[in-house]
């Protein structure tokens, strides 16, 4: 795997990637980045959750200097919630650079994205439709745009973007550079690219996401600010043989494994800020049982052979599926079988969906051990490792002599169980306090619309996916025509069933001025818009639906 630093890229941006937790690229990454730094029109192709953002964000901000004042760069991306995504990411690769991002999409308010415009960001991510929005409207202008960016164009094009992408790229100076990036390569892609990308290279990561059968894979739901308390409960319960816990930054890593030591657990923590020598004396106490907690990076760990490990807890949910089942994949080895645990914050649960989905593995919910029911599995664990001490050979006679005499003084039981009470090193009066981490955003798309119509029935008789349009009320989910566009026909989707009338493709007459997409996942049945701004004689409210 390679480096980052290892593409020569600038230190802003170098200190931004190490902020973000990422020590070594993906396949992607690696293939891609010196291509788009070199210049070169591309097509990446990988699946979603491949890093593909990264792929092309890295290079793209590494030439973008910060005094630019006009817009450099244009990202389109299918839907809203990737639009917004994206952006998040690109903000983030860009912050100490100090370059300006602003994502453009349908369903805001669209004299607040002018207002935002006036701040002269480098960077545009946005939707075909508003993006030709605010074209039309002289708002975003593409004379200076030297990198253009298509993110899922088979998406883009599988929701009927594929004549506003054209109408866009044709505003584009020519002398330009192109990166598309797809999952799949049907042929109205293979087409596009011929007809904008000049001699593109093809940069293709093959996924290979499946879990192993043998680990018994568990998630929790729990409140970031009680993970730490969550951790202990479980380990006290679970009592691993080995265990590995996985954060997701250096800085978590490095803190976690601190607090775990002060709470009494025997561990150790795994990280890229560690010499080879700090390296190897960690590895050494993990492989000969001095300590049985391991907490590392994706990266640290990375090329790990430890035989015996019986638990992987993600503290932190991973970037992407890839590093989930490279996680999981430490235990479970040599035909045994292994357990995974992953804490997943409620904003999170998507994520964990999306993981579930590309690995093609279900993770069962469970609920975290109470304290007492925490308290009454550690108690057994240190009975079971008194009783296999009396058991032993172990030399147990220079103790004896102190134990009769505490014998004569105090009471048998009591004087057990306060022995217990040390061998348990329990510390929970220790305040700890952990920096939160943001949780992971989805890379799953979401059903989003517009204002008004749409998804359901916004006229009187289509129940679903259409009917015909009420006042104000675009009805179809992809492309359908208000006034001035006659190529759909009323009807719809009625009942989720066959197309009626003589509608198709999720079709539908708009009874508002607009030329598509104006509906949203709503149902109207006859009534007003949404909100008022609906931009009738514009372009897509409607243009973040996936494809159904």
């Avoid at 079971?384 to 220079?398: A, H, K, L, Q």
Wanted: a neutral charge; charged letters at 30%; glycine letters at 12%.
């Amino acid at each position: 795997m390679s480096t980052f630093a290892e593409f020569g890229l600038e230190p802003d941006v170098l200190q931004a990637i190490s902020e973000m937790g990422f020590e070594e690229a993906t396949p992607i990454q690696a293939k891609a980045i010196p291509v788009a730094i070199a210049g070169k029109d591309m097509i990446g192709q990988a699946q979603t959750g491949t890093g593909k953002t990264a792929a092309f964000g890295i290079p793209m901000i590494s030439k973008i200097a910060a005094s630019e004042d006009r817009i450099v760069a244009l990202i389109m991306a299918p839907t809203r919630e990737l639009a917004i995504q994206v952006s998040e990411e690109i903000e983030k690769l860009g912050r100490f650079k100090g370059l300006r991002s602003l994502a453009i999409y349908g369903g805001q308010d669209i004299s607040r994205q002018i207002r935002s415009l006036r701040r002269k960001p480098q960077i545009i991510i946005g939707t075909p439709g508003r993006l030709l929005d605010h074209i039309n409207r002289k708002t975003i202008k593409l004379d200076d745009v030297q990198t253009v960016v298509l993110d899922e164009a088979d998406e883009m094009l599988d929701m009927g973007f594929m004549e506003d992408i054209q109408s866009i790229l044709k505003l584009v100076p020519e002398a330009r550079q192109t990166l598309l990036f797809s999952a799949t390569m049907p042929a109205n892609i293979q087409k596009l690219a011929q007809q904008f990308l000049r001699e593109p290279e093809h940069v293709k990561v093959e996924s290979k996401l499946l879990s192993a059968p043998s680990i018994q894979q568990f998630y929790v739901e729990i409140q970031e600010r009680m993970k730490f308390d969550g951790l202990c409960r479980l380990l006290d319960m679970e009592p691993p043989e080995l265990a590995i816990i996985f954060g997701r930054t250096k800085r978590r890593v490095a803190e976690l494994s601190e607090a775990l030591m002060k709470r009494g657990y025997a561990c150790d923590g795994l990280h890229g800020d560690l010499s080879q020598n700090q390296r190897d004396a960690v590895m050494r106490k993990f492989r000969d049982g001095s300590i049985d907690i391991l907490v590392a990076t994706d990266v640290a760990a990375r090329g790990l052979d430890v035989s015996g490990v019986t638990h992987v807890i993600n503290f932190d949910l991973p970037q992407d599926p890839e590093s989930y089942v490279h996680r999981i994949g430490r235990t479970g080895r040599a035909g045994k079988e292994g357990t995974s645990w992953s804490f997943v914050t409620h904003r999170e649960t998507d994520h964990l969906h999306f993981i579930e989905k590309v690995t093609r593995h279900r993770i069962s919910k469970k609920m975290l051990p109470t304290l007492s029911e925490a308290m009454e599995g550690k108690q057994k664990v240190l009975a079971e490792r008194i009783m296999e001490t009396v058991r032993s050979d172990e030399e147990v006679n220079p103790y004896k002599w102190v134990a009769m005499q505490l014998l004569e003084q105090y009471d048998s039981v009591e004087l057990l169980a306060a022995a217990m009470k040390l061998l348990n090193g329990d510390k929970k009066d220790v305040n700890i306090e952990l920096t939160p981490e943001d949780p992971v955003r989805s890379k799953k798309r979401k059903f989003e619309g517009g204002r008004s119509g749409g998804y359901g029935s916004s006229g009187g008789s289509g129940r679903r996916y259409g009917g015909s349009g009420g006042q104000g009320g675009g009805s179809g989910s992809w492309r359908q025509s208000g006034q001035g566009r006659g190529d759909r026909g009323p009807g719809g989707y009625n009942g989720g069933r066959k197309p009626y009338g003589s509608g198709n493709r999720y079709g539908g007459s708009g009874g508002g001025n607009g030329n598509r997409d104006e509906g949203g996942y709503r149902d109207n049945r006859g009534g007003r818009p949404e909100r008022k701004d609906d931009y009738r004689g514009n372009r897509s409210q409607n243009e973040d639906f996936v494809k159904v």
